[in-house]
T-cell receptor, first 110, second 116 residues
Framework: GENVEQHPSTLSVQEGDSAVIKCTYSDSASNYFPWYKQELGKRPQLIID?????GEKKDQRIAVTLNKTAKHFSLHITETQPEDSAVYFCAASKDDKIIFGKGTRLHILP | DVKVTQSSRYLVKRTGEKVFLECVQDMDHENMFWYRQDPGLGLRLIYF???????EKGDIPEGYSVSREKKERFSLILESASTNQTSMYLC???????????????FGPGTRLTVL
């Protein structure tokens, strides 16, 4: 079955700097890669997703890139703000079932 | 606005008890999912359901069962609770995807279960 590896497990960046979270997946049939954000004490929520026919997608300060050949995908957050502090989960899917990575705890330092 | 609700935010049970966790969604979603969330382990899929009375095992189904008698409701059952089932349990729902169409999963607020 699918296996999703996520790195790093913890990331601290200065406010205003960029943050990058990287994931790899094992099943070449996976074709959908969502990213979820979970703020402290709250439920996970979708922030951006990318499908396998696209190499990059951007939404304001957030961008996701996908390298299907290498089975890598990454989340990029630019100009980080305090409200970006959260746990971020990458995921991979080829049907309605989603396999999540273990999560990255992002700290934004003042 | 999608709403996924779970019957309890916090639950304390004793080893060996039968435990029911309830999840209800109000958006007519076909898919429903149960995950457990543990520090450092992310979200692990326990069971999911594509339709009423239909269920499929996820990655960690041992010690759990599920029931989907109505489309809007998906129940997770711990037949005989054990201490290693102490965790945060999250329910989610989504529309059934057509071929190559994937749909966002909407999560409930979670139930923090402690088994003593």
């Amino acid at each position: 079955g699918e296996n999703v590896e996520q790195h790093p497990s913890t990331l601290s960046v200065q406010e205003g700097d960029s943050a990058v979270i990287k994931c790899t997946y094992s099943d070449s049939a996976s074709n959908y890669f969502p990213w979820y954000k979970q703020e402290l004490g709250k439920r996970p929520q979708l922030i951006i997703d990318i499908r396998s026919n696209v190499g990059e997608k951007k939404d304001q300060r957030i961008a996701v890139t996908l390298n299907k050949t290498a089975k890598h995908f990454s989340l990029h957050i630019t100009e980080t703000q305090p409200e970006d502090s959260a746990v971020y989960f990458c995921a991979a899917s080829k049907d309605d079932k989603i396999i999540f990575g273990k999560g990255t705890r992002l700290h934004i330092l003042p | 606005d999608v709403k996924v609700t779970q019957s309890s935010r916090y639950l304390v049970k004793r080893t060996g008890e039968k435990v029911f966790l309830e999840c209800v969604q109000d958006m007519d979603h076909e898919n429903m999912f149960w995950y457990r969330q543990d520090p450092g382990l992310g979200l692990r899929l326990i069971y999911f359901s594509y339709d009423v009375k239909m269920k499929e095992k996820g990655d960690i189904p041992e010690g759990y069962s599920v029931s989907r008698e109505k489309k809007e409701r998906f129940s997770l059952i711990l037949e005989s609770a054990s201490t290693n089932q102490t965790s945060m349990y999250l329910c989610a729902s989504s529309f059934l995807g057509a071929w190559n169409i994937h749909n966002e999963q909407f999560f409930g607020p979670g139930t923090r279960l402690t088994v003593l």
